[in-house]
């Protein structure tokens, strides 16, 4: 097996690849390493070889390790990838440096009140919930550009991007195409799409950032 280091620069290389092979910049494509189930020790390395920038889907998981690494690593960036419940936006807002999942009209009242609480600004994306699942978070493709809106005139949130979670099941390829229409309609630039599985393709419709968990750090237990 290799080691999360090594994974790393592979994931890296291929990133790159995938920018040459759709025409991009090279390094235009941010890697958010996403080291949910993991602990403190097995991020560690991946630190000491100088990566920033994580992401982790529940807020009382990431309180339990990413202080203490956030103390001992300087200029760490860390992301919200999994949903946020509205009692946990005090939490969310005082350690994450963006939060991917603003998803309803709660989350962004409570979100604006911490912020303007604890004089702090994580930058925001819209979660968008491109395959319509009910199970699945994030907003409805047809209700994006109004949500958008609202988090800027109502609650006075600027959105960054937008972000999606293909069904698992389907063809990736559409559903990033919808995101990257979705965001240009708005008038966003930055899109967070593609894991282990479909970065690459991701890159290719115009991903701008790509969590990837398993490819770096293996399969989750
Ligand atoms: C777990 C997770 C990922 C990473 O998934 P892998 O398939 O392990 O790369 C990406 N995005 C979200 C929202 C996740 O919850």
Not at 192 to 210: K, L, P
């Amino acid at each position: 097996m290799k080691s999360a280091v090594e994974n790393l620069q592979a994931v890296r290389l291929a990133i790159g690849q995938a920018e040459r092979e759709a025409g991009r910049k090279a390094g235009s494509v941010e890697l958010v390493a996403v080291s949910k189930t993991f602990d403190a020790e097995e991020i560690r390395p991946v630190l000491e070889a100088g990566h920033r920038v994580f992401g982790e889907n529940r807020v009382q998981e990431a309180q339990g390790k990413w202080p203490g690494l956030k103390e001992a690593f300087s200029g760490i960036e860390l992301h919200l990838i999994g949903p946020l419940q509205s009692n946990k936006a005090k939490e969310a807002v005082a350690l994450f440096d963006v939060i991917e999942t603003v998803d309803r009209e709660k989350i962004a009242a409570a979100l604006a009140t911490e912020m303007r609480k604890q004089a702090k600004t994580p930058r925001l994306y819209v979660q968008v919930n491109t395959g319509l699942e009910p199970q699945k978070a994030g907003i409805d493709p047809r209700e994006t550009a109004a949500f958008v809106a609202r988090c800027r005139e109502v609650h006075g949130l600027a959105i960054e991007g937008l972000m999606c979670i293909p069904p698992v099941e389907e063809n990736p390829g559409p559903h990033f195409a919808l995101l990257s229409k979705l965001a240009r309609e708005t008038g966003l630039d930055k899109l967070s799409m593609g894991m282990s599985g479909d970065y690459e393709t991701a890159i290719g419709f115009g991903a701008t950032s790509v969590r990837v968990g398993s490819a770096i750090f293996g399969q989750r237990a």
